[in-house]
């Protein structure tokens, strides 16, 4: 039985590892992608205020849909 909660210890841990790795680097990646386009596109060089609340939007918005996505899955295990 030990072994089992020492497995899933260890899958918890490599999980957020993995989690704390990747956040960074994508937002890196999202980063150069917007100012990409702001240097490529002109349309968002017209329009700042537009652009800038496109591209603050969408990581709140994937970041609140994973956020409750998760915490409705939690909320259902403990529910059963």
């Known amino acids: 039985m030990a ?3 020492d497995q899933s210890a260890t899958n918890a841990d490599e999980q957020a590892i993995r ?6 680097v994508a937002g890196l990646i999202y980063c ?16 700042p205020l ?4 496109f591209f ?6 994937v970041a ?8 409705a899955r939690a909320y259902r295990r403990l529910d059963n």
């Open 3 to 5: 072994k089992i909660q």
């Open 19 to 24: 989690l704390l790795l990747i956040i960074p």
């Open 32 to 47: 150069g992608l917007v100012i990409f386009a702001i240097a490529a596109l002109p349309t968002l060089r017209e329009h």
């Open 50 to 53: 537009f652009a800038g609340a």
């Open 56 to 61: 603050s939007l969408l990581p709140l918005t």
């Open 64 to 71: 609140a849909f994973i956020w409750l996505s998760t915490s």
